[in-house]
């Protein structure tokens, strides 16, 4: 096998994982500004962590006592 070949490879293959890297992440990009239900759950979920929270709070405040 030939110097040549082996660099021809990697470049092939590199191209390919940037070109993956690029196609997700924009993937992922267009559905954070385009998808609304998006906005929503994340709403959701702060909510539920403030629940959370406030319940971990009280139950470490009931084991100090």
Same mark, same amino acid.
């Given at each position: 096998? &030939?110097?040549?070949?082996?660099?021809?490879?990697?470049?092939?293959?590199?191209?390919?994982?940037?070109?993956?890297?690029?196609?997700?992440? &924009?993937?992922?990009?267009?559905?954070?500004?385009?998808?609304?239900?998006?906005?929503?759950?994340?709403?959701?979920?702060?909510?539920?962590?403030?629940?959370?929270?406030?319940?971990?709070?009280?139950? &470490?405040?009931?084991?100090?006592?």
């Amino acid at each position: 096998m &030939s110097t040549t070949t082996t660099n021809n490879t990697v470049i092939v293959r590199n191209y390919i994982i940037i070109a993956a890297t690029i196609m997700f992440a &924009s993937m992922g990009l267009t559905d954070t500004f385009f998808a609304p239900t998006r906005a929503g759950q994340q709403n959701r979920l702060d909510n539920y962590g403030q629940v959370v929270s406030a319940g971990m709070v009280a139950y &470490s405040q009931k084991l100090g006592r």
